[in-house]
């Protein structure tokens, strides 16, 4: 039996199509994925994440065990609501799941994690916090909106609580600030400005409701998808996994290698694996002729190695098909791909493809 969002009720009224997503009754769409998109990309849509875990972390250690929980540095975060994307590493450097750390107080935090990874992430933290003075506590009362594109946090402004209004709108991205009932922050997973809203489930429905009045429009998981592929953003069991460490899926980024004596786990693994350069390139592609690029499909170098690609889509802004691919190491440009057993040229660039409604490639190259 699958799980429902407190706004269930409202997809079903709003016509969705419901789909299955890590355990969830999820709207794929509500009529048109494609309009759900340039929707985002224009103006501002609303997604149900209630989905999505919220785990708040305090006490006396609180800083010292994120330190070693997760590859990136949470002493990077010294202001208030300040965010941090990070990956959480088993000990051979795979990741267990991406997630984002917003910083409260010195012995408060709050991590935001991934729906689908739930109860093995619930499982791992609590079993590294033993060794710490901690508490971890999940909060399933809570629900959780995304409003996105160019118009979100306009729109949004009037419906937040009168207290937290200004400080929202003051907002830098990839920060956050709240009050006793609402956690709102300036983040996203489309490459669009706006809000993630948390908030308690009995009154998502009124912030769902004021939101669709105020002319946002609700968005889909296809929509999700095809904007987060645009923005070189990756999904979770999609462009990496537990077998795949953050040097292969394009997150080195998110590794605080110094200082050098932060010990965190998956350490030792990830700095071999760097050292020995023995690890695939993550990549982004492009296909300007007719044809789709899909996950698992084959990419041909012109040595005759192979890779895959891990995400792919038609890509709505740009009007061309669009990937994520594992490669192995190559200078090479361009590669081919094989899409129902016939070859396409494809070339190689880098992530994103778009932000905030632009390309951020050059197609004509």
Not at 56 to 64: L, M, P, R, W, Y
Not at 108 to 127: E, F, G, H, M, S
Not at 159 to 175: N, R, W
Not at 315 to 333: N, W
Request: proline share 5%; net charge negative; hydrophobic share 40%.
């Amino acid at each position: 039996m699958t799980n429902k969002t407190p706004l269930y009720e409202q997809h079903i009224q709003s016509n969705a199509k419901m789909v299955d997503f890590g355990g969830w009754d999820m709207p794929l769409h509500y009529g048109s994925q494609l309009e759900e998109h340039r929707q985002v990309r224009t103006a501002a849509g609303v997604f149900d994440v209630s989905h999505m875990t919220v785990v708040d972390v305090s006490g006396q250690q609180a800083a010292a065990f994120l330190r070693y929980l997760v590859a990136n540095n949470v002493d990077k975060l010294q202001t208030e609501g300040k965010a941090l994307y990070t990956c959480m590493l088993n000990e051979q450097g795979g990741v267990i799941d991406d997630l984002i750390v917003y910083y409260q107080a010195p012995e408060q935090y709050r991590l935001v994690v991934n729906a689908a990874t739930r109860y093995k992430d619930l499982a791992w933290i609590q079993k590294q916090a033993s060794n710490f003075v901690v508490d971890i506590k999940e909060r399933p009362e809570l629900a959780m909106l995304a409003i996105q594109g160019p118009e979100a946090r306009d729109l949004t402004k009037a419906l937040l609580p009168e207290a937290l209004q200004a400080p929202a709108m003051a907002l830098k991205p990839f920060s956050a600030c709240w009050n006793d009932s609402h956690f709102v922050a300036r983040t996203g997973y489309t490459g669009e400005d706006g809000f993630e809203v948390i908030l308690p489930a009995s009154d998502a429905v009124s912030l769902w409701q004021g939101l669709l009045t105020a002319g946002v429009k609700p968005a889909g998981l296809g929509a999700r998808d095809t904007l987060r592929i645009e923005a070189g953003m990756n999904l979770y069991g999609t462009d990496m996994d537990e077998n795949i460490s953050p040097l292969a899926c394009g997150l080195e980024w998110t590794v605080a290698w110094e200082p050098a004596e932060r010990d965190f786990i998956g350490r030792a693994a990830i700095t071999a694996q760097k050292a020995s350069g023995d690890y695939p390139m993550f990549t982004g592609l492009i296909l300007t002729e007719k044809g789709i690029l899909r996950s698992h499909q084959v990419v041909d170098l012109a040595d005759g190695r192979s890779g895959e690609i891990t995400s792919g889509t038609f890509s709505p802004t740009l009007g061309f098909s669009i990937a994520m691919a594992r490669l192995p190491q190559t200078t090479d440009e361009t590669v081919t791909v094989n899409i129902r057993n016939k070859t396409f040229p494809a070339r190689i660039v880098k992530p994103p493809f778009v932000r905030m409604g632009k390309a951020c490639i050059d197609i004509a190259k």
